[in-house]
Protein backbone atom coordinates (compact mmCIF):
# COMPACT_ATOMS: atom_id res chain seq x y z
CA UNK A 1 0.00 0.00 0.00
CA UNK A 2 1.09 3.17 -0.95
CA UNK A 3 1.44 5.96 1.70
CA UNK A 4 -1.17 8.27 0.43
CA UNK A 5 -2.97 5.29 0.39
CA UNK A 6 -1.85 4.61 4.38
CA UNK A 7 -2.62 8.27 4.92
CA UNK A 8 -6.48 8.41 3.38
CA UNK A 9 -7.19 5.08 5.05
CA UNK A 10 -6.13 6.26 8.54
CA UNK A 11 -8.01 9.57 8.52
CA UNK A 12 -10.84 7.97 7.54
CA UNK A 13 -10.66 5.86 10.63
CA UNK A 14 -9.99 9.22 12.48
CA UNK A 15 -13.04 10.35 11.11
CA UNK A 16 -15.32 7.71 11.60
CA UNK A 17 -13.77 7.31 15.23
CA UNK A 18 -15.05 10.86 15.68
CA UNK A 19 -17.90 10.72 14.33
CA UNK A 20 -18.91 7.96 16.60
CA UNK A 21 -18.14 9.76 19.44
CA UNK A 22 -19.90 12.47 18.52
CA UNK A 23 -22.89 10.34 17.89
CA UNK A 24 -22.78 9.13 21.58
CA UNK A 25 -22.44 12.38 22.91
CA UNK A 26 -25.61 13.65 20.62
CA UNK A 27 -27.29 10.37 20.69
CA UNK A 28 -27.56 10.08 16.92
CA UNK A 29 -26.17 10.04 13.66
CA UNK A 30 -24.10 13.34 13.09
CA UNK A 31 -23.95 12.71 9.33
CA UNK A 32 -22.34 14.16 6.44
CA UNK A 33 -22.24 17.20 7.96
CA UNK A 34 -20.09 16.13 10.50
CA UNK A 35 -17.53 14.53 8.08
CA UNK A 36 -17.46 17.75 5.77
CA UNK A 37 -16.84 20.02 9.63
CA UNK A 38 -14.53 17.70 10.51
CA UNK A 39 -12.23 17.88 7.35
CA UNK A 40 -12.58 21.58 7.38
CA UNK A 41 -11.88 21.95 11.22
CA UNK A 42 -9.08 18.58 11.76
CA UNK A 43 -7.82 17.71 8.15
CA UNK A 44 -4.64 20.48 8.77
CA UNK A 45 -3.82 19.80 12.22
CA UNK A 46 -4.34 15.72 11.49
CA UNK A 47 -1.81 15.66 8.88
CA UNK A 48 0.74 17.55 10.23
CA UNK A 49 0.66 14.69 13.18
CA UNK A 50 0.31 11.80 10.72
CA UNK A 51 3.81 13.56 9.01
CA UNK A 52 5.01 13.65 12.87
CA UNK A 53 4.52 10.35 13.37
CA UNK A 54 5.80 9.01 9.98
CA UNK A 55 8.79 11.56 10.43
CA UNK A 56 9.89 9.55 14.01
CA UNK A 57 9.66 6.32 12.11
CA UNK A 58 11.64 7.06 9.18
CA UNK A 59 14.04 8.84 11.84
CA UNK A 60 14.35 5.42 14.15
CA UNK A 61 14.65 3.50 10.32
CA UNK A 62 17.46 5.38 9.27
CA UNK A 63 18.68 5.14 13.23
CA UNK A 64 18.51 1.24 12.32
CA UNK A 65 20.13 1.66 9.29
CA UNK A 66 23.05 3.61 10.54
CA UNK A 67 23.75 1.37 13.10
CA UNK A 68 23.75 -1.72 10.78
CA UNK A 69 25.77 0.05 8.72
CA UNK A 70 28.32 0.63 10.93
CA UNK A 71 27.88 -2.84 12.33
CA UNK A 72 28.96 -3.72 8.72
CA UNK A 73 31.43 -1.47 8.50
CA UNK A 74 32.85 -2.73 11.57
CA UNK A 75 32.92 -6.45 10.82
CA UNK A 76 34.10 -5.52 6.96
CA UNK A 77 37.14 -3.50 8.84
CA UNK A 78 37.86 -6.99 11.30
CA UNK A 79 37.94 -9.10 8.59
CA UNK A 80 40.04 -6.67 6.51
CA UNK A 81 42.45 -6.63 9.41
CA UNK A 82 42.13 -10.80 9.73
CA UNK A 83 43.07 -10.73 6.01
CA UNK A 84 46.14 -8.10 6.45
CA UNK A 85 47.48 -10.31 9.56
CA UNK A 86 46.93 -13.56 7.42
CA UNK A 87 49.08 -11.48 4.42
CA UNK A 88 51.47 -10.54 7.05
CA UNK A 89 51.98 -14.17 8.73
CA UNK A 90 52.59 -15.52 5.26
CA UNK A 91 55.23 -12.73 4.65
CA UNK A 92 56.70 -13.42 8.01
CA UNK A 93 57.07 -16.97 7.00
CA UNK A 94 58.09 -16.34 3.49
CA UNK A 95 60.81 -13.73 4.67
CA UNK A 96 62.41 -16.15 7.45
CA UNK A 97 64.25 -18.20 6.29
CA UNK A 98 66.92 -16.20 4.58
CA UNK A 99 64.35 -13.62 2.16
CA UNK A 100 62.03 -16.63 0.90
CA UNK A 101 65.35 -18.94 -0.35
CA UNK A 102 66.06 -22.82 1.35
CA UNK A 103 69.75 -23.66 1.61
CA UNK A 104 69.51 -24.20 -2.53
CA UNK A 105 68.28 -21.14 -3.68
CA UNK A 106 64.69 -22.23 -4.26
CA UNK A 107 61.78 -19.68 -2.69
CA UNK A 108 60.48 -21.62 0.19
CA UNK A 109 56.74 -21.17 1.32
CA UNK A 110 55.46 -21.65 5.01
CA UNK A 111 51.84 -21.02 5.80
CA UNK A 112 48.90 -22.25 5.72
CA UNK A 113 45.13 -20.72 4.11
Same mark, same amino acid.
Given at each position: ?? !??? @???????? &??????????? !?? %??????? #?? &??WVKDNAPFFRKK #? %?? &???? !?????? %???????? @?????RTVAALKSMQKRLEFLTNYTENGNGKNGNGKMEVKHEL
Open positions: MK !EHE @KFIKSEIS &KINLDKWFKGL !EI %NSDPGEE #YI &KE #Y %NS &KKMK !ELMVDL %NHLLDTID @KMSKK
